[in-house]
Structures are given as C-alpha cells and as structure tokens.
C-alpha cells in the first residue's frame, strides 16, 4: 500500500492556448515516461479539485490558467486493489511561458492537435480526447454553504 491508501484522486488539465494548441508534459517516470500527456498530479490535503489541477499545472509548467470546467472523469483499478481516480478540467491559459519542473519532467509544450494525433508519443487519454472532445465541461459554482454544522471551510459544487 503507497501513502495515498488505495483509493487515488488526482487531477489533469486539458490546458488551451489562444490558439486552441494544448499544453502537454512528458514525465521522467511511470507509465507515460516519455509520453505527451496532461499536466496531472493528486490532490493534497486542504484543497479542492479545482485548486488542485490549477496549482499542478503551475507547479509543472509554470503556466498560470483559469478554470473552466470538468470534462470528464477517468477511473480504473490497479491490480484488483487499487482505486485509481482522476478528473480532467478544461483550463484557458492566462500566459504560455513555460518553466519546466525539472524534478518531474523532461520536457513541456503547446502543441496543435494535429501534432498530437500524429505523434506516437502522444499518450492514449491525449489521442481519445481529441478524438472525442468533450461538449459543454461542467462549471465550478462558488458561495454555496449547505450549513455552518459542516464546518466547510471551502465548498464548491461542479455542474
């Protein structure tokens, strides 16, 4: 068993430029090394989804972005045992200067989906979601408070 326990949640963003060309990392490591993929990475402690994909693609890119919507959940088991769980948002870009995470990463970039869908090393979730982009992503709502008995401290609904 990791640190995480055996249920994953994590997040990625499908980050577009102006242009509409997506923003894509390839890892040093795991099972998309050497593989355009999205910005990607799990949710910490104190945090909600939405500010964790932000704060992920920040952190790996240093690209800052705005949040537009969910667009779509991946989720799968590994090994009978493990819940592996990631929802993907639609992120605009506010600037496209890029500062590598050296440390996770071995290379970033905005690429046309042209390019994507004809580079092998663009990773499957890239080439199924150009292939099938999502319709209309479902917005993050703010100001909701179901009741100070919760004690939220953020509460957020996606619709």
């Not at 506010?94 to 994507?116: G, P, R, V, Y």
């Amino acid at each position: 068993m990791s640190k995480r326990g055996n249920v994953w949640l994590a997040v990625a963003g499908l980050v577009k430029d102006s242009a509409g060309r997506w923003l894509v990392v390839k890892k040093k490591y795991s099972g998309l090394k050497d593989l355009w993929s999205l910005p990607a990475g799990f949710v910490k402690e104190g945090e909600t989804v939405d500010q964790a994909v932000l704060r992920e693609v920040t952190e790996e890119t240093g690209v800052n972005a705005t949040c537009i919507g969910l667009i779509g959940v991946r989720t799968g088991v590994i090994r009978e045992e493990i819940s592996d769980n990631m929802l993907i948002f639609l992120l605009q870009a506010n600037d496209t200067k890029i500062t590598i995470q050296e440390k996770e990463l071995s290379d970033a970039k905005f690429i046309s989906e042209q390019e994507l869908l004809e580079d092998p090393a663009s990773s499957l979730l890239i080439k199924y979601l150009i292939q099938n982009p999502p319709n209309e992503p479902m917005a993050v709502h703010d100001g909701l408070n179901p009741g100070d008995q919760f004690q939220y401290t953020t509460y957020r609904f996606i619709k």
